[in-house]
């Protein structure tokens, strides 16, 4: 595929401030994710190197995956009532991820089939965001409203009982 130049019929992935989910870390990493998915796409379609998409393949599934980890805890602390079953579809993703990058590593010649299995990963990664990530969105941003407002009391308690130090 090296030295190929294509049109390119998906167009980036902008963020929206609508995309935030409230927690900064998952905020970030969400980005993150968002950035790789769009550098990935550029690879694909314009001209690029088999082993270049590869790489970023493998870049995008480990900060997936480490991004799991982090969304797990803070939806765990927040008592997200639908814990489980979101940490389910991420155990069935990481063995997905683990066997499209498995796949990819052993290719030489890339076919239309490996470059739709490339597409897959995207498409799998961005559905995940929209509608499972999305659905929790309003739980943790009320839970940390309302600690953040705990917090704040928290402190004016403090500094009311003669506490200077209080935050
Ligand atoms: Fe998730
Ligand atoms: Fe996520």
Redesign the pocket.
């Known amino acids: 595929m090296a030295g190929r130049r294509t049109v390119r019929p998906l167009s980036p992935l902008g963020w929206l401030p609508a995309f935030d989910v409230g927690e900064e870390r ?1 905020d970030r ?2 980005r993150k ?1 968002m950035r790789d998915i769009n550098e990935l796409t550029d690879l694909i379609f314009e001209g690029p190197s088999w082993p270049s998409v590869v790489a970023k393949c493998q870049t995008l599934a480990k900060d997936t995956i480490d ?2 980890t982090t ?1 797990e805890e803070v939806l765990e602390k927040t008592g997200y009532p639908q814990f489980g079953p979101h940490r389910s579809i991420h155990r069935h993703l990481r063995r997905q991820l683990g066997d499209v990058v498995g796949h990819l590593l052993r290719v030489r010649h890339a076919s239309r089939t490996d470059i739709e299995a490339v597409l897959h990963l995207r498409s799998m990664l961005l559905d ?2 929209f509608r499972k ?1 999305f659905a929790y969105k309003s739980h943790v941003s009320n839970v940390i409203r309302s600690s953040s407002r705990t917090t704040s009391i928290a402190a004016k308690l403090r500094r009311d009982r003669g506490e200077e130090n209080a935050p």
């Open positions: 998952l990493e969400h994710i991004h799991f969304e995940h965001f990530d």
